[in-house]
């Protein structure tokens, strides 16, 4: 299941490869998320938990590298919630602050 949050981090990380690239380098880098993110069905715990958070002492949640992108999820049950895909190169703890900030303004 995808988070309206991880649908829109992907629709802005292909509207970025789409203007620096070209679309046919945006839907190779798609087909390449959305493949590895499908194995995610099979075995989600194979991946590790994110350090930055685990570090703070939350281990609800796993992440998926497909460089140079993270897959953030969290597994409930049987079932696997996409919550964020975000740019290997920043800064997790900046960006979840910044997506905090910006939730309240909502």
Same mark, same amino acid.
């Given at each position: 299941m995808?988070?309206?949050t991880?649908? /829109? =981090?992907?629709?802005? *990380?292909? =509207?970025?490869?789409?203007? %620096?690239? =070209?679309i046919?380098?945006?839907? /190779?880098? =798609? !087909?390449?998320? %959305?493949?590895? *993110?499908?194995?995610?069905?099979?075995?989600? /715990?194979?991946?590790? *938990? +994110?350090?930055?958070?685990?570090?703070?002492?939350i281990?609800?949640?796993?992440?998926? *590298? +497909?460089?140079?992108? !993270?897959?953030?999820?969290?597994?409930?049950?049987?079932e696997?919630?996409? +919550?964020?895909?975000?740019?290997?190169?920043?800064?997790?703890? %900046?960006?979840?602050?910044?997506?905090?900030?910006?939730?309240?303004?909502?």
């Amino acid at each position: 299941m995808w988070t309206h949050t991880a649908t /829109r =981090d992907v629709e802005t *990380i292909l =509207d970025y490869v789409v203007a %620096e690239h =070209d679309i046919p380098f945006a839907v /190779r880098l =798609d !087909r390449k998320l %959305e493949r590895a *993110i499908l194995t995610l069905t099979a075995y989600p /715990r194979r991946c590790r *938990i +994110v350090p930055e958070l685990r570090s703070l002492g939350i281990t609800t949640y796993r992440e998926l *590298i +497909v460089r140079p992108y !993270r897959v953030v999820f969290r597994v409930g049950g049987s079932e696997v919630v996409l +919550v964020a895909v975000l740019d290997g190169h920043r800064d997790l703890q %900046e960006l979840l602050l910044q997506r905090s900030l910006e939730s309240l303004g909502r």
